[in-house]
């Protein structure tokens, strides 16, 4: 017999303990208002767009990356447009840095509600068969196992607050791979597949699961692209929507993808890239 879930089912167990800064007091009418994210590589470009985006929408976010400059900056950055935000150095790759970020986020939150993985890295341009073992575990680590591996540091703490929701960062390359970036492809087609299997796995605590996929979008990641005129323009003729797309385009497909709007929606891989690779 079909049994109605009650309204608890889909409501933090806690409230979080936020910490605000002044101009986001307010917040209780925004759709993220009271909602603690987590955001790896988010002191430039994608990472950083979504952190703006999930705080402008009422969250308050922790912002991380490897360096320690570039946190503070991101932190300042933000915090001086009235956000309320917070960071903590973490290098994905690394245990104890995803621990610091795990305890940065319980300290000045008390609980999660969404994980962005955005921090992904490719240290070469090159064909497939001659990368180094070294090259594979390098980039495998960074962009497969470390978003796997959070996920697992973060879980008990988000099913604490009955519902979530984990947006995993792939590439436009996973269904069109790019000459020359052969395990960077491999890597980020991977993670279609780790969205679908957790969102299976997820989908009974109530976690959702889901996929950013962006074209080229203009950040330093993508410069050696965006910056050679002659193959920028042959590029944007492939393009539907004849341009590049700026890290803001990605964000509020990441801000919709935690909201409530998007309650029914898990493992979904999005295409961000002006045009659609797939039916
Ligand atoms: P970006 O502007 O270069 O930003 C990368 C961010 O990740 C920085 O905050 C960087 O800060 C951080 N980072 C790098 N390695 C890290 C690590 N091991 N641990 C934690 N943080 C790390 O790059 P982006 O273009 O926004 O790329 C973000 C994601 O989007 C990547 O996963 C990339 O594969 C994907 N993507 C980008 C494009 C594009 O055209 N831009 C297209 C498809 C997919 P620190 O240096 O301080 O660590």
Excluded at 47 to 67: C, E, N, P, T, Y
Excluded at 212 to 241: H, M, N, Q, W
Excluded at 249 to 272: K, R
Aim: proline share 5%.
């Amino acid at each position: 017999m079909f049994r109605p879930l009650s309204l608890k089912t889909f409501l933090p167990l806690k409230p979080p303990l936020l910490m605000r800064s002044k101009s986001s007091g307010t917040n209780n009418r925004l759709k993220l208002a009271n909602k603690v994210a987590v955001i790896t590589g988010s002191t430039s470009g994608i990472g950083f767009a979504i952190s703006r985006r999930l705080a402008q929408d009422g969250a308050h976010v922790v912002i991380s990356s490897r360096k320690q400059t570039n946190v503070d900056h991101a932190v300042a950055t933000l915090k001086e447009e009235g956000l309320s935000v917070t960071g903590t150095v973490c290098h994905v790759g690394k245990a104890e840095d995803r621990e610091q970020l795990v305890t940065t986020a319980l300290k000045h939150c008390g609980g999660v509600d969404f994980l962005v993985c955005t921090a992904g890295v490719n240290p070469l341009v090159g064909s497939t068969l001659g990368s180094s073992e070294q090259i594979w575990d390098k980039i495998m680590n960074i962009n497969v196992k470390a978003p796997a591996l959070l996920l697992s540091q973060l879980l008990p703490h988000m099913e604490k607050r009955g519902q979530g929701s984990v947006v995993l960062v792939s590439s436009i390359a996973a269904y069109l791979p790019a000459i020359k970036l052969g395990v960077y492809n491999v890597s980020k087609t991977a993670l279609l597949a780790l969205t679908k299997t957790l969102a299976g796995e997820l989908a009974p605590k109530n976690i959702r699961v889901n996929g950013l996929v962006p074209g080229i979008i203009e950040t330093p990641f993508s410069k050696v692209l965006t910056e050679d005129t002659e193959y920028a323009e042959r590029l944007k003729r492939v393009y539907e929507i004849r341009r590049f797309g700026q890290p803001e385009d990605c964000a509020g497909l990441v801000s919709f993808l935690c909201s409530p709007d998007a309650s029914y929606i898990t493992g979904e891989n999005i295409v961000v890239a002006g045009f659609s690779p797939r039916m």
